[in-house]
């Protein structure tokens, strides 16, 4: 694709939404009132919008390699402070995918250079459920097991945010894991039991 033809879809787009209402951008102009925080990875392949089936305005997406929530990247941590307590949001999903670049990059014993700092979150996940994974003889089930455990513990980094736990104690905030299948196009829900991490967590992580 040159670059010219994304400015040729642009107006495609706005040709077709002006078509259906020609109101459209003026009422998108007026405001955001988003219901999801969606905290995605950023390979190309995986699209918050196309594989939620929304529309602009409907979620707050940050995406990272590998869906990370790094307590000390300030960037995520940015934007789920202001979805979460001036967007009110009413659901922070995390979403990992198979065939995960990242993870597959911090399952393998070499040197990344820059990307060290951030592969070694997920390394620690390794770490955490070695026993777990290491039980797992087939490497294609491993790497899929770590993309959800990974998923499970960005979950776990949110539960021990005092924003995140205000939201859920003041006006039932909920948190989601999720697992975008890229070899068939399925979103599938981990439903992790949020309550019993929740509730084992507090006794550390207790902010609010």
Known sequence: MKVEDVFKNNEKWISNKLSIDENYFTELA????????????????????????IQPG???????????????????????NYSVRHLKVKHVV?????????????????????????LRNIRDVYRTHKDELNGIEDEAKRYDR??????????????????????????GLTVHGWVFDIRTGKLIDLNIDFDAILKDIKEIYNLY
């Open 58 to 80: 409907q979620a707050f997406v940050h995406r990272n390699v590998a869906n990370l929530v790094n307590n000390v990247d300030l960037n995520v941590m940015t934007v789920l």
């Open 94 to 118: 995390v979403c990992g995918h198979y065939n995960c670049g990242g993870v597959k990059a911090a399952m393998q014993p070499d040197d990344m250079g820059i990307l060290n700092p951030w």
């Open 30 to 53: 007026k405001g955001q009132a988003p219901e999801f925080l969606y905290i995605g990875c950023s390979d190309s392949r995986v699209s918050a919008e196309d594989l939620m089936g």
């Open 146 to 171: 770590l993309v959800e455990l990974n998923v499970q513990e960005q979950c776990v980094n949110l539960l021990k945010t005092a924003a995140i736990q205000q939201a859920i104690t003041e006006r």
